[in-house]
């Protein structure tokens, strides 16, 4: 194991899920490490970094802004590798920081007294209900039907220049990186999103690797009214509050779920809804930043000449060192805190501490190059209801799909790649277990 003592690197985004393990490595392994937050006064995004092992002595936190071209020279100045894992638009459960950085100025009332529930009528309706997430500058929000005591229906359009933020903000931080020669590596955090999603089938006899690409252009193509996810609010008494905060140019509704929350947000008038059916993918979102993202960092890596390598994990779940919620451990926190059925979809799944080990690795290996899926196992949502019932059989949890279609199949995906990194994944059912114990000690759920 090659030691850190003596260096350093930089990690982008430090307050998120994978980032904070990844600091928390780094710090074991001896490495220095410059660390770029929003806000280092935010204890909420913080604390739990000043809390690690050797933080204290080898961890500094400067701000940040992804958008802010030559935000980071300054950060990334005298580093040897750069692990760049922020993202401008993804953000945790309950981040109040993140939320007013999109939205300076809001007051928030109450539609009135209105409470529901949300019944999923579709695959990705969990994983969306517990997103939060400020679509500021990736949607256009369009409403069809009637605006008043009806069925509502929210459309999602998301024009190719609408994703620029999210290519900016990459290519502002590599721009930083090409100013600074002493940088031998750059470590870029991607997602499987980026590799399996292009025209060919996935089925369980195929196999996904790193020479699979997303199509691009398929994105673009996606991002006309794409529906991926839809779900009916019926307003019900002591589930959920919805709650209206009107910003300065746009109205932010929030659908508060037990601990969660997800923030859609459109510019008309919202009295006096009754019933509302919307339209949205956080997923698709991921897939467009993803791709869109890596294809624009590959693309300046090659132009620049710079050692880049990406990190390609599929739904990171596993131990929890923040103290919001991100969206992946609330995949797990959802099944077990009354959902009446779970998603008719299948992911990759994978464990935040190969995640983390991955991207060092990455660096510290002078053979690595390229890109390196990450997972540990493709599984249907029924199968993590499974696992967590053999672990909890006394936690009420979901015995039926969203729908009556056949289970979305399952594929496979390469390890033989990564395993050049000396990953050895933990289990599905290791990191199902961690996450919800790690759920338990946070808070998020007791039994």
Avoid at 195 to 214: H, L
Avoid at 313 to 318: K, L
Wanted: aromatic share 8%; proline share 4%; with cysteine.
């Amino acid at each position: 194991m090659s030691s850190g003592a003596g260096k350093i690197v930089c990690v982008t985004g430090a307050s998120g899920y994978i980032a904070s393990w990844l600091v928390k490595l780094l710090l074991s392994r001896g490495y220095t490490v410059k660390a770029s937050v929003r806000d280092p006064n935010d204890p909420r995004k913080t604390e739990h970094l000043r809390a690690l092992g050797g933080a204290q002595e080898r961890l500094q936190l400067f701000k940040a802004n992804l958008l802010e071209e030559g935000s980071f020279d300054s950060i990334v100045e005298g580093c040897e590798g750069v692990f760049h894992t922020a993202s401008p638009f993804y953000h945790d459960v309950k981040d109040p920081q993140e939320e007013s950085q999109m939205v300076p100025q809001y007051s928030m009332y109450h539609l009135s007294p209105l409470e529901g529930m949300i019944q999923a009528l579709h695959c990705i309706a969990i994983v969306i209900c517990n997103r939060s997430v400020v679509f500021g500058c990736d949607l256009k929000l369009t409403w069809k039907g009637e605006k008043r005591y009806g069925n509502l229906l929210l459309s999602v359009e998301a024009d190719a220049e609408l994703l620029d933020p999210a290519v900016k903000g990459t290519l502002n931080v590599l721009g930083s990186c090409a100013k600074h020669s002493s940088i031998k590596r750059v470590v870029l955090t991607s997602s499987v999103a980026a590799v399996a999603y292009n025209r060919k089938p996935r089925t369980p006899d195929v196999v996904v690797d790193e020479t699979w690409f997303s199509d691009p252009d398929l994105c673009r193509e996606s991002k006309k009214v794409k529906r991926l996810a839809e779900y009916q609010i019926i307003m019900c008494r002591n589930t959920e509050k919805i709650v209206m905060e009107r910003c300065k140019d746009r109205i932010v509704f929030t659908v508060l779920t037990l601990d969660m929350e997800t923030l859609f947000e459109d510019e008309v008038n919202l009295n006096g809804i009754m019933n509302l059916s919307f339209i949205a993918s956080a997923s698709n979102l991921e897939l467009f930043y993803c791709t869109l993202a890596e294809d624009a960092a590959w693309k300046f890596a090659k132009e620049k000449g710079m050692d880049m390598v990406a990190i390609n994990p599929a739904m990171v779940i596993g131990p929890l060192l923040q103290p919001t919620l991100n969206t992946s451990a609330a995949t797990i926190l959802s099944l077990m805190k009354g959902a009446q059925t779970f998603p008719n979809a299948s992911f990759g799944w994978v464990n935040v501490k190969d995640v983390a080990n991955a991207h060092i690795q990455a660096f510290e290996l002078s053979s690595a190059s390229g890109r390196y899926c990450l997972v540990e196992r493709v599984a249907h949502y029924s199968e993590i209801v499974k696992i967590l019932h053999e672990l909890y059989p006394d936690v009420q949890l979901p015995e039926k799909c969203a729908d009556d279609k056949p289970y979305v199949p399952i594929f496979q995906v390469s390890k033989e790649k990564t395993k050049s990194l000396g990953i050895e994944f933990i289990s599905l059912e290791e990191s199902v277990k961690e996450t919800v114990e790690s759920l338990k000690e946070k808070g998020f759920v007791s039994f």
